[in-house]
């Protein structure tokens, strides 16, 4: 490439999408992933886009609001110039409503959501009606969020890439050099580093496993039970997730607690019992000691920057980071928020 605008370092959710939002802002992008687009935890089943609860609003679920409401013209332009699918559908959320208390929180958190979501989304208690793809709910009622949003990993990370490479950026595997500013959107290994070149730890990775079943629940939203994610994805599969380990002997190898997690997920959800098992899932998921984005400036590297600990939240996320970081890369805007921002390192 000639002459490069912008280098991203990372070929994960948070690193396609912002060489994405640069190259459709007609910013000349080289993105470089050492191993394959998605082989860290981008890559994995999952694919949730949840907001946090309507109460004790703050940045964080502020900046998340704009982004998922963002999502799927994100990815709509994504998919036009790639030719690709992302599995991109904004079906909503169920949750079993355990007990009166909870009934009652509930219902408070409805009107909540009505004053901060506006007319974009809902969040409302609704009675069960016995429904196969409902789980159990003690008081017989269920939260049901509009807001809500699936989409499919893997899917999603290909067609971004497509998307660069259509627009005329680079989308390099291997090792290559940085040209221009460069963001470093590398996971796991980036948090280690930064927190290597920082003193002190600044986040690392926690574990997650998920598992895949052949189930066709497709358009159907998504549920939220027994602290589980499960996910019907548009072709034809039902994702689970996942857990969240500190402890572990190897980042990438599943075991007896991806056993339980399906047990629980079965019981949760009877008709489920006999799907097939298509894919066990582990990898590292990047969590930053504030449990926050970490986006901004990487401290005393001039023309460096840094866009990692998407922990969770990542994909949901991702359209908003892209467009904070490509305003502060290349146009020297700061919309950051401030507990998000590198500075306070």
């Known amino acids: 490439m000639a002459r490069c605008d912008l280098t991203v370092r990372g ?3 948070f690193g396609l999408s912002i060489a994405w939002e640069a190259a459709r802002r007609g ?3 080289r993105l470089i992933e050492t191993v394959a687009i998605g082989a860290g935890s981008s890559g994995g089943l999952v694919g949730a886009l949840a907001p946090h609860v309507p109460e004790n609003w703050n940045d964080k679920k502020q900046f998340q609001l704009e982004s998922l409401l963002m999502a799927e013209a994100f990815l709509t332009t994504a998919s036009a110039a790639s030719g690709l699918p992302t599995g991109y559908a904004r079906t909503g959320r169920l949750q079993p409503i355990a007990d009166a208390a909870a009934l009652t929180l509930a219902q408070t958190r409805a009107r909540a ?5 506006g007319n974009h989304a809902q969040w409302q208690v609704i009675p069960t009606t016995g429904g196969a793809w409902q789980p159990a709910s003690p008081t017989g009622h269920l939260i049901h969020d509009s807001l809500s949003a699936l989409i499919h990993p893997r899917l999603t990370l290909l067609a971004l ?4 490479r259509t627009t005329g950026g680079e989308v390099l595997i291997g090792n290559a050099d940085d040209h221009g500013p460069t963001v470093h959107a590398t996971g796991t290994a980036g948090l280690q580093d930064l927190s290597a070149a920082m003193g002190h730890k600044v986040g690392d990775g926690v574990k997650g496993q998920a598992i895949l079943l052949q189930h066709n629940a497709a358009t159907m939203p998504q549920l939220f039970t027994d602290t589980l994610h499960v996910i019907p994805h548009l072709n034809g599969t039902v994702a689970i997730g996942s857990t969240s380990e500190r402890d572990w002997a190897h980042p990438t190898s599943t ?3 991806l056993d339980a997690l399906l047990t629980r997920a079965r ?3 009877p008709v489920l019992q006999d799907a097939p098992v298509i894919e066990r899932w582990a990898a590292l998921r990047p969590r930053a000691q504030s449990r926050a984005p970490l986006l901004g400036p ?3 590297r001039p023309g460096h920057y840094v866009a990692n600990g998407g922990f969770k939240i990542g994909f949901g996320m991702a359209p908003n980071v892209a467009k904070v970081m490509v305003d502060l890369v290349l146009t020297g805007i700061d919309a950051i928020p401030a507990g998000f921002n590198t500075a306070a390192l």
């Open 11 to 13: 070929g994960g959710i």
């Open 27 to 29: 910013a000349r992008v």
């Open 113 to 117: 959501a009505a004053s901060l979501w």
């Open 161 to 164: 890439a497509e998307a660069i």
């Open 255 to 257: 075991d007896a607690q």
């Open 267 to 269: 019981a949760a959800l």
């Open 298 to 300: 990487w401290p005393g």
